[in-house]
């Protein structure tokens, strides 16, 4: 089975430039939250931030994560949804104090503005991404 192709899918001509805030590069925790395939691009998403920036990250189905994990949002906190989330997420993140981030972009085009915000971080930090830390 093949993916959708360019023309196919408007989601993925919709990669525009937009630069992570600052809310967003200081944060002190985040979650990344996917369904299906892009569960595991939640899994990616939280490995590259953990190595590249040394940030405290989680990953988790989306539906698992309003079960428990959501205990860890709070303000100063990032929940931050690949692809579509399920109804009502939103606001039980938001009512816990944490930000929830969710994009109409195609999640791979998310992973790649995730990349960024790690870059970023991780400078602002005084990390190198490129050396591990063990």
Known sequence: MRGPSLRESPRLLRVRRQPPDDELIDAEQFSFLGLGWTW??????ALKLRESAQTWTESYSSMEYRHG?????AKGRVTWQLGDAPAGLREQVEATGAR???SD????AELVRLHALALIRARRLGVDPTIRAH
Do not use: K, S, T
């Not at 595991?40 to 998403?45: F, I, K, V, Y």
């Open 100 to 102: 929830f981030v969710e």
């Open 105 to 108: 972009r195609d999640p791979l």
């Open 40 to 45: 595991g691009l939640a899994n990616e998403a």
């Open 69 to 73: 994990p959501i205990a860890i949002a």
